[in-house]
């Protein structure tokens, strides 16, 4: 098992920038794909990024393409969210997501077994 625990929102403008960040206890680290997915109010939670085990592929949602960047760190057990160009609409918690089942990222949320506590980000225009 793995617990995730999300840190790094806050209250920004538009064009700033944020990184998240998720800490995995546990062991194995290294084997989970891991994603971050968001849910704004009023609204179902949606992927955002994934990464494969090795780190190598990464997948994004269309809506952030080009302006966050997802990464990992195993020697730390952390997954980050590097989010730029922060728009009024990216507004919502953001989850960080884990699983050991898969070799490459997946996008649907019933993918991942393992989910974090979740994190604010606001974005002011």
């Known amino acids: 098992q793995v617990q995730l625990v999300e840190s790094g929102g806050g209250l920004v403008q538009a064009g700033d920038s944020l990184r998240l960040s998720c800490a995995a206890s546990?062991?194995?680290?290294?084997?989970?794909?891991m994603g971050w997915f968001r849910q704004a109010p009023g609204k179902e939670r949606e992927f955002v990024a994934a990464?494969?085990?090795?780190?190598?592929?990464?997948y994004y949602a269309d809506s952030v393409k080009g302006r966050f960047t997802i990464s990992r760190d195993d020697a730390k057990n952390t997954v980050y969210l590097q989010m730029n160009s922060l728009k009024p609409e990216d507004t919502a918690v953001y989850y960080c997501?884990?699983?050991?089942?898969?070799?490459?990222?997946?996008?649907?949320?019933?993918?991942?077994?393992?989910w974090g506590q979740g994190t604010q980000v606001t974005v002011s225009s």
């Open positions: 997501a884990a699983d050991p089942r898969w070799a490459v990222p997946e996008k649907t949320m019933t993918a991942y077994g393992y």
């Open positions: 990464i494969s085990r090795s780190g190598s592929t990464t």
């Open positions: 546990g062991r194995a680290f290294s084997r989970y794909v």
